[in-house]
Every structure is written in structure tokens, then in C-alpha cells.
């Protein structure tokens, strides 16, 4: 049955997916350096604020969970403070899991501490020895307990993915007819004897199978001396910036890279084998699965931080209707990554503080495009990292300015601010002052344009708050979309 790209994504709505695999945390510190200590000539770092995220076979359950399945996290954890953390923001983030807590072995805690929008230096909390065989059938007894669709292996060679486990958790996936995937780690490919598709990037190609992977031609001869090793039915090749393929013993099919700009890779495998899983769980061909996924990877590079993304972001990607009676083709053009939700600006912009980046927030009805904004919104940008824009929604809009207005509707003022090289993201919001907007991003940096006092700017207390920065930058006289109008008669 050939279903279209729009029944596999209805079809992925509650499948239940098994992640097994090195379960992280990813714990971020920011501060600042002034000088240099005395004792040792390094720098000095003032702690400031505190993030904690998943990582590891975690990430892989959140862009699961993030694509309408239900995911269940399986591993091993630390009896330690770290251990309960990881559960909690599991249990916040509604992902079932399957996690054995273990004395005497902490949890694999990766942490970056930066200064400045800068990386100062990680530590690695970590045990790479593997379970001994108490740990491993405990674990084994945890994951038999659950009926998924979809086993996910997620080896980042903290201990947990070794062969023996790896041979029982298999035979028992193939007797109970789970399809199996694994993200690997391991140059010795033979360790996932029995998976139906291993999805590695190519130089973990090139490296175990001990060949160049740079052609396409290289590629289907190294996928092939891989595929000898797993005995499955392909190898999903994943090439960066030059796309992907897909190789079986008979054919092999490449897809170029969606991306237009990439921003950040960290994660990108994550979302492959997320969407690949998920759309062969829901009866797509593999040539279709990988297809989707090439267009989840093209939404996920453009933003910073391990990242994810949904069904409707896929669809916009690939040009189809989703939901069934979703947007027409012409709307769907005028989409763009860049344009989020509250929700959706509310997660990127904490990704981007995970990485250090100064966020900068400044808003408008940007409702005829004019040099003045481009000065305004190019100033603001300068400011910090990246530039998140509220934009005021048409009922918004009517509410400040009369019912003739706006000129523009939100979904094409959305589409040209996107559209510009100092925005970075664009949100919408519908009330008469963006005050909720800015609670819910933090940004580290307020700009308004005008002659405003910084006391009567909304927002500015809130910011100030939390430590950022209000700015008010002077605007070019005579461009506003109200005198333009005006001369317009």
C-alpha cells in the first residue's frame, strides 16, 4: 500500500516507540569573565544562570515525542541527584520511561560552561565501563515490560549499548515483530547484527567500514560492506550538507540537503532516526521515510541547539497539506521556519541562551516594509546574537490603528520579516502590548525604537529584572507607514 506523505504523518499520531540507549544530561552554566586568576593563569568565571537538558538517547525520545509519538526512554542512570533530575524533566516533558537507577555508577552528565557567548570548557561526569550483568537484566526486564511499534538504539558508547544486550534486546524485538533502527557508535558494525536499519553519519561510515564515503559511489560501496555486518535491510547514510542516502543490497537512492541557511547540526541525527522510525512504523517505503526526514533535518539545521520539530513543520517543508484540511499550496509558500508560535519561540530562544547567544527582542505591526525598519530592526540585531521580532496580529492591528488597517496581512508581514538576514525569528502575538510575549521569551536584550523613555517601555521592569538590557534606538525621520500612506493619498 503506497499511502502519500500526508497519511504517513497522520499515521505517526500515537505509535509507540522504544528508546534504548545512553541516556544524558546536559546541564548548561553561564557567567562571566573579568580577570584572571591569580593562582593559575586561567580565567575566572562568574557563575550566573543554570540549564539543564536531555541529551543522548533523551533527545531522540524528545524529537519523538516532539512528531506526535509516544515515546517510552530506556537506560541506565545514576542512584544520584542527577539520576532524579533527568526524571523530572522527563515527567515535565510527559515521556514514559523505562530508566534503572544504579548505586555505584553516576549519571553521564555533560557540562559547558560559557562566558561571553563563548565555550569555556566541558566536563564530563561519566562511567563508559559497560552494565555488568545484574544492571543489564534489570534493564532487559524494564524494556520487555513495554508492546512498542518502533525500537529505537541509540549508542553514544556510554556502557549501555554492548553486544550482549544488544543480542538479547534484538531477539527479543524480532520474536514480538518490532522493527529496529540504531543511531551507532561503534566502528564494529557487527555489534547491530540484526537491526533492519542502521542510520550512521559518513565518517561512522567511513570508519568502520574502513573506506572513503565521500561519492555518492563511495557511499553505496561502503553502505554495502556495512550491510554485510548488521544483516538488515539498509543503511540510511547521512551526508551533512550534501544530503542523504538509502542503501540496500540491490538499489540505492540519494536526496540533496533541504536547508537554505544552516545554523546548527548538534542533534540533526537525532531528528533523522526519529523520523525515519516513525514514518516506516507508519507504513511509509523506506525511500518516502528518508525523504521525510531529509525535510525534518532541513527544518532542525536552521535553528541553534539540539533541536527538533513537528509534523505541520514537516509538511511546510515538503509542500504538502497537513492536516487534511489544512492550508492551501499558496499559503504553504508563504510559510517559513523562522515564524513560530509562542511556544515554538519560547523553546528556540531558550536553545539559544543553551549555547550562550544573546537574545535581543524588539516588536512592531511592520506593516509596509520601510527603510526605517530595516535600520531599526539591523540596529537592534547588533545588539546581541539573534533577533526575535513580536509581530502584531491584523486584529491587534485594527484594535491600534483603525479599521483600514493593516495594508499587509500577518501571514505576509510574517513571511518578508523572516525573509530578512538580521531576523532570526518571528512571533506573532494578538494582544494590545506584547508584555506576555516577553515573559514568555526572557530576552537578554529589549529594543525599542522611538523617542521613548526606557521607565515607560512595556517590558522594560520585567527585563531588567532578570538582569538584561532595555535600548531605545532613534528612528529615521519621515519613514513610517503612516506618512507613506499619507503621500500615497
Not at 91 to 118: C, D, I, S
Request: contains cysteine; charged residues 25%.
Amino acid at each position: 500500500m503506497n499511502l502519500s506523505r500526508r497519511e504517513i504523518l497522520e499515521r505517526m499520531e500515537g505509535l509507540s516507540v522504544l528508546v534504548l540507549g545512553d541516556v544524558m544530561l546536559d546541564e548548561y552554566l553561564f557567567g562571566d569573565i573579568q580577570r584572571v586568576s591569580p593562582e593559575a593563569p586561567v580565567p575566572v568565571v562568574t557563575l550566573g544562570r543554570q540549564q539543564f537538558h536531555l541529551g543522548g538517547a533523551g533527545n531522540v525520545a524528545s524529537n519523538l515525542a516532539a512528531l506526535g509519538a509516544r515515546p517510552i526512554l530506556a537506560g541506565a542512570v545514576g542512584a544520584d541527584a542527577d539520576g532524579q533530575r533527568l526524571e523530572a524533566i522527563l515527567a515535565e516533558r510527559k515521556v514514559e520511561h523505562r530508566l534503572v537507577r544504579l548505586q555505584g555508577r553516576p549519571t553521564t552528565r555533560k557540562t559547558r560552561v560559557l562566558a561571553r557567548n563563548q565555550h569555556v570548557v566541558r566536563l564530563d561526569q561519566e562511567s563508559s565501563a559497560p552494565l555488568d550483568d545484574t544492571a543489564r537484566a534489570s534493564l532487559l526486564d524494564a524494556l520487555k515490560s513495554t508492546q512498542p511499534q518502533l525500537l529505537i538504539i541509540s549508542d553514544y558508547g556510554k556502557g549501555v549499548v554492548s553486544r550482549p544486550l544488544v543480542r538479547e534486546v534484538v531477539a527479543w524485538a524480532r520474536g514480538q515483530g518490532i522493527l529496529i533502527l540504531v543511531d551507532p557508535k561503534s566502528t564494529d558494525f557487527t555489534l547491530y547484527a540484526g537491526a533492519d536499519y542502521v542510520t550512521p553519519n559518513a565518517r561512522e561510515a567511513s570508519l568502520a567500514a574502513k573506506q572513503p564515503a565521500g561519492t555518492q559511489e563511495e557511499c553505496v560501496t561502503c553502505g554495502r560492506t556495512l550491510l554485510e555486518q548488521t544483516g538488515g535491510k539498509g543503511i540510511l547514510l547521512t551526508r551533512s550538507e550534501r544530503g542523504m542516502g538509502l542503501i540496500d543490497s540491490r538499489e540505492a537512492h540519494f536526496v540533496s540537503a533541504r536547508a537554505r541557511t544552516v545554523y546548527d547540526v548538534t542533534g540533526a541525527g537525532d531528528t533523522v532516526i526519529a523520523t525515519f522510525g516513525l514514518a516506516l512504523a507508519a507504513g511509509a517505503e523506506p525511500v518516502e521515510a528518508m525523504a521525510l526526514s531529509n525535510f525534518a533535518a532541513g527544518v532542525v539545521v536552521q535553528r541553534v541547539g539540539a533541536a527538533s520539530c513537528t509534523r505541520e513543520e514537516i509538511a511546510r517543508e515538503a509542500g504538502i497539506e497537513y492536516p487534511a484540511s489544512g492550508p492551501s499550496n499558496e499559503e504553504l509558500r508563504l510559510r517559513s521556519p523562522r515564524v513560530m508560535s509562542v511556544t515554538e519561540g519560547a523553546a528556540a530562544t531558550e536553545r539559544w541562551r543553551a549555547e550562550g547567544k544573546r537574545v535581543v527582542f524588539t516588536n512592531g505591526c511592520f506593516d509596509i516594509l520601510h527603510a526605517g525598519h530595516v535600520v531599526l530592526l539591523e540596529e537592534a540585531r547588533s545588539r546581541g546574537d539573534v533577533l526575535v521580532v513580536g509581530l502584531n496580529t491584523d486584529e491587534s492591528i485594527r484594535r491600534l490603528k483603525g479599521p483600514t488597517r493593516p495594508v499587509q496581512p500577518l501571514q505576509d508581514r510574517a513571511r518578508v520579516l523572516a525573509a530578512l538576514h538580521a531576523v532570526d525569528a518571528v512571533v506573532p502575538f494578538s494582544e494590545d502590548t506584547p508584555l506576555n510575549l516577553v515573559l514568555a521569551l526572557r530576552p537578554d536584550v529589549l529594543v525599542k525604537g522611538g523617542d521613548y523613555e526606557v521607565a515607560t517601555i512595556v517590558g522594560a521592569k520585567e527585563v531588567q529584572g532578570w538582569g538584561g538590557e532595555v535600548a531605545v534606538i532613534s528612528l529615521l525621520p519621515n519613514r513610517s507607514t503612516t506618512s507613506l500612506l499619507q503621500r500615497r493619498g
